[in-house]
């Protein structure tokens, strides 16, 4: 379904206009909002970055990515489990990159503490995938070339954005099609319950815990500019439970308000904490002074279940997620040959650059074809990987250096070109339609502790859509745009 030649069948310039505008109000009344990096008012809203029409992903492959996600979870949780392999991943990793250092550390004095005082662990997980045509350059936007299939870019264990973008990008496009009279192609939008499913998950952590008294703690960054995909979570919770409440802190705040109490019970400001639901704490920036670090062991330390553990969190490294590509690796986790044959397929292939004969291939090989790959330090939040010739001259400067432990090279993917229009609030001029490629998360749910797992399953999607020519394609980084898959056979 090629979106751009169905709108432009059934509208002229002058309705396109009108339903932009029609869609940009729809995004500002229904919370589909953001607050401005340029031009910041604590006060005031924009509409996010969205893609006027849905953009088209093969059923068969969406279908695909929604099943695997509870396998996913589970071998998440199965390595979050195992320090020893942990600690032997992250050996040389820890020696360079000091803020990996510091997240280790916290882990390795929790295990040698004997573990947390809580061994419930809720994981709100998002699988990144693309569509691969394994075509690059010129090829990309020919549509004859078959889908081959869709790879993992990485899977993320932290602040997990987009419970809220993501499903209001599918009302918005419901609203967008209706109102082109396209009523008999809203089914091709799958549901996406995500909101729903994250925030049930935090209650029935919170229902878990067993204290009625207890609240649930949102750890903040210092300015939420993704201010409506965090406050949603909120409201959800409140609708579901009324009886619970949900407080907001930034670690820097905690610093001064978080103690542990009897058997360990986390006490923030005079409230007993029984959840807490990171959306920072995943970059360096965040950590000001070491009291931050040091009020984020003693989360780590309380009875409070935590999103995510420490260990979870170090699972979303790249650095781990390379190792598990390799072959037999996750073969120790999972013990299910099917499974992981079926899991092993949808890994992009990802290269070490530890000093040994495979890292030192790796290196050449980087600097020889840097277009080939992507370069990813052990981060998340976007903008911190490199691409094409900055690859190159990166990987020559670090070539006898010990830095380059902290990187892997993966394979790049070569999605699918498709064209439609991109509505950003910073343009005003008249919008003309544009080349891009998407990426789908499939969010996943999973409560467990060290011997049970009470919950295990898919929980909604998101789709983020970016210009073919960009390389990063976050929406709170500037980069990307909200979108919602549209299903096609």
Not at 419 to 430: G, H, K, L
Request: net charge neutral; aromatic share 8%; glycine share 6%.
């Amino acid at each position: 379904m090629n979106m751009e030649l169905l709108l432009n069948s059934c509208i002229s310039e002058k309705e396109l206009e009108e339903l932009i505008e029609k869609a940009k109000d729809w995004a500002l009344i229904h919370g589909m909002c953001m607050r401005s990096k340029t031009n910041f008012n604590r006060n005031t809203l924009q509409f996010a970055p969205f893609i006027l029409m849905p953009s088209p992903f093969p059923r068969k492959e969406f279908e695909n990515a929604c099943q695997i996600q509870p396998k996913l979870n589970l071998l998440i949780h199965k390595v979050a489990q195992d320090f020893n392999f942990l600690k032997e991943t992250l050996e040389e990793t820890i020696k360079v990159d000091s803020f990996t250092r510091e997240l280790f550390k916290i882990c390795e004095i929790i295990n040698a503490e004997g573990g947390s005082a809580q061994k419930i662990s809720l994981g709100i997980l998002r699988s990144d995938l693309m569509l691969d045509t394994n075509c690059p350059t010129e090829d990309m936007n020919n549509i004859s070339i078959p889908y081959c299939s869709w790879k993992q870019v990485e899977i993320n264990t932290i602040a997990s954005g987009f419970g809220w973008l993501g499903p209001a990008s599918t009302k918005l496009h419901r609203y967008v099609l209706t109102e082109l009279g396209c009523h008999e192609k809203v089914e091709n939008l799958p549901e996406n319950d995500a909101l729903e499913i994250i925030c049930s998950s935090m209650i029935e952590a919170w229902n878990m815990y067993g204290d009625q008294r207890a609240v649930i703690l949102f750890v903040i960054e210092d300015v939420p500019y993704n201010i409506c995909d965090q406050c949603f979570h909120e409201f959800e919770i409140k609708k579901q439970n009324p009886n619970i409440k949900v407080i907001r802190r930034n670690l820097t705040q905690l610093t001064a308000a978080t103690k542990l109490g009897s058997s360990k019970k986390l006490i923030v400001d005079n409230f007993i904490v029984a959840v807490v639901y990171y959306r920072c704490g995943y970059e360096p920036g965040q950590y000001h002074t070491r009291k931050e670090w040091e009020v984020r062991l003693l989360i780590e330390r309380s009875l409070a279940i935590k999103c995510p553990t420490i260990q979870y969190h170090l699972v979303g490294t790249k650095k781990v997620q390379q190792v598990l590509a390799k072959p037999g690796v996750i073969n120790k986790f999972l013990n299910n040959e099917k499974l992981c044959a079926e899991i092993k397929e949808i890994f992009t292939e990802h290269y070490s650059l530890d000093f040994n004969e495979y890292g030192n291939a790796a290196i050449e090989m980087g600097i020889a074809n840097p277009h080939r790959f992507v370069l990813k330090p052990q981060r998340e939040g976007g903008c911190n990987n490199k691409y094409g010739l900055d690859i190159k001259y990166f990987l020559e400067s670090v070539k006898y250096k010990q830095d380059r432990v902290a990187w892997v090279l993966m394979d790049k993917i070569y999605p699918p070109i498709h064209r439609s229009y991109m509505v950003r609030p910073e343009n005003n001029a008249i919008i003309k339609p544009q080349e891009l490629v998407s990426e789908l998360g499939i969010f996943g749910i999973i409560i467990a502790d060290e011997n049970n797992v009470y919950i295990n399953k898919q929980g909604g999607h998101m789709l983020r859509t970016k210009l073919a020519t960009a390389n990063e394609g976050g929406v709170a980084t500037g980069l990307g745009a909200c979108d919602s898959p549209f299903l096609v056979d």
